[in-house]
């Protein structure tokens, strides 16, 4: 049987919301030129949670693959730009620090800017290592600018995301899928049947007894798992030993000010605050433990302390962090909230939906369904939640709060072993090491590691051959060029102004 014959005929991607119609663009794009169905189905019941409004930078990729026009999805999705992420009281009460997309300075002799100031804050020199940073100075600034083809030009340097009301994504990312081909079901899925030979998916139930068959299914059914779960019985690892957080509350509010260029994350008692500004909202909401918390009291916090006038009802969530034991059972793919969930701390919700497609895209399958790549993509998963879970454990581990019992739990709790060893190696030499392709960049650590207060003993020992003055001459200077060219840029909402104001 040759190639041909086994290509799958027909893919039922189950749930709309972020996640389906993501997989749908893609596919759609994909498959546009093949005979291969796509029907995506979604009910007319269930709503969608709506709150990943906040973007990292790997989304360009998506957005270039699907080659959607920047300015035209900003206008549709009401979106604005994201520098990075300021983290409010997560060390101590009263600390500030900032995440930001982008690098700190420039590497000197091959080794990372960040030894270098290291060496120049142990004696009190140098500045805050923000100031190395053009993202968080333009942050800070409410300034915007896209980066410059000149590789000279301290602009060329800028990474951004966005954010985004994820409705309006769904619902331009549904308009893109559907131009392509792909099909919209409006119908209530109950269940599955199952192949009694090998236990593979045959079909999806609907609620009048009515059957849709496919050879492929894609669950992107949100925290039930419809597929994933409860037709396959996968499982779930569950890491609320670690990332204690359980339940959110959110609600829009107006926005009293122009949309800064970064998402806000603050330390509350029991969890934190999300704010996200949009071009005609702020996005809000407080992931919280129900141990230290109850939903009112978390909902009362939240409304006290929105910014400006609710714009709806607060909506919310239960979830328990972790992931499915495997993100891909027989013929049967997780995405999204039906894959796993890790709370949008660091806003990665919407690229685990992005990074699915992207493995999915390499280890495509035909109806034969080999074990080997379903494994590998198993495997890549695996990794990839483990690498992101650390990251957020980080945040909540290395923290100096000891004014409520939540913070007491994190700081004393025990973390996975891979964490240890990133821990130990930065509080050695200030080190960060990569594995595995992992999502976070050298920067995003030693921010995180800086701001919750995990100071090196010593800096590399490859700093020293740099001459001392020489270093003080250099890293004036990079602050130098760093603030004006922050200065030079628009003003954020200028530049939405110019090319991206949604009609409101």
Same mark, same amino acid.
């Given at each position: ?164 009301? /994820? ?46 068959? /496919? ?113 891909w059972n027989k013929n049967c793919l997780a995405v999204g909230l039906a894959a796993g969930f890790m709370e949008p701390l660091e806003s990665t919700s919407i690229h685990m939906i992005q990074s699915a497609i992207a493995k999915l895209m390499t280890v495509f399958p035909d109806r034969a369904f080999d074990p080997v790549d379903i494994a590998e993509y198993?495997r890549l998963t695996d990794t990839e939640f483990e690498r992101i879970r650390d990251f957020l454990i980080l945040h909540y581990k290395a923290t100096q709060r000891d004014d409520a019992p939540l913070w007491r739990y994190t700081r004393e709790m025990s973390i996975p072993d891979s964490l240890q060893h990133k821990l130990d190696l930065y509080q050695s ?46 890293? /004036? ?28």
């Open positions: 049987m040759n190639s041909d014959d086994l290509f799958v005929r027909r893919i039922a991607i189950v749930g709309g919301g972020t996640a389906g119609w993501m997989v749908a663009a893609a596919l759609g794009k994909l498959l546009q030129y093949h005979p291969c169905e796509v029907v995506l189905i979604e009910s007319p019941e269930i709503g969608t949670v709506g709150v990943g409004e906040a973007t990292i930078p790997p989304i360009q990729l998506f957005n270039r693959l699907l080659q959607i026009d920047e300015h035209e999805f900003l206008r549709e999705t009401r979106g604005t730009y994201k520098l990075g992420i300021e983290f409010v009281d997560w060390f101590q009460k009263g600390h500030t620090y900032f995440h930001p997309f982008g690098r700190y300075g420039a590497d000197l002799e091959n080794v990372p800017f960040h030894q270098y100031w290291r060496k120049l804050a142990q004696r009190g020199e140098g500045g805050a290592l923000s100031e190395y940073s053009l993202p968080t100075v333009a942050a800070y600034r409410g300034r915007f600018a896209p980066p410059d083809a000149n590789p000279r030009s301290v602009l060329s340097n800028i990474a951004y995301a966005y954010h985004l009301d /994820a409705t309006r994504y769904a619902a331009y990312l549904r308009s893109y899928a559907e131009a392509r081909g792909v099909q919209r079901w409006q119908r209530t899925v109950k269940g599955a049947t199952l192949r009694p030979d090998d236990g593979f998916i045959d079909a999806v139930v609907f609620d009048d007894g009515s059957q849709l068959e /496919a050879d492929f299914f894609i669950d992107c059914s949100g925290f039930k798992g419809l597929l994933i779960e409860e037709a396959l019985h996968t499982g779930y690892e569950d890491w609320r030993h670690w990332l204690p957080c359980d339940r959110a509350v959110a609600v829009p509010c107006e926005a009293n000010e122009a949309p800064r260029p970064y998402t806000r994350s603050t330390a509350l008692e029991a969890g934190w605050q999300w704010r996200i500004p949009l071009q005609h909202r702020l996005g809000n909401g407080y992931v919280y433990c129900s141990d230290f918390l109850s939903d009112d009291e978390a909902q009362a916090t939240l409304l006290d302390r929105l910014d400006g006038k609710p714009l709806a009802d607060p909506k919310a969530l239960r979830f328990t962090t972790g992931k499915r034991k495997r993100a198993n030499r200030g080190r960060v090491f990569r594995y595995d392709e992992e999502l976070f960049a050298d920067t995003s650590w030693v921010a995180v590691f800086e701001g919750q207060g995990v100071i090196p003993k010593r800096y590399d020992p490859l700093v020293d051959t740099y001459e001392l003055d020489r270093l003080r001459a250099v890293a /004036a200077k990079m602050r130098q060029t760093i603030a004006a060219g922050a200065e030079s840029m628009l003003t954020h909402d200028e530049y939405i102004a110019r090319y991206c104001a949604s009609s409101r």
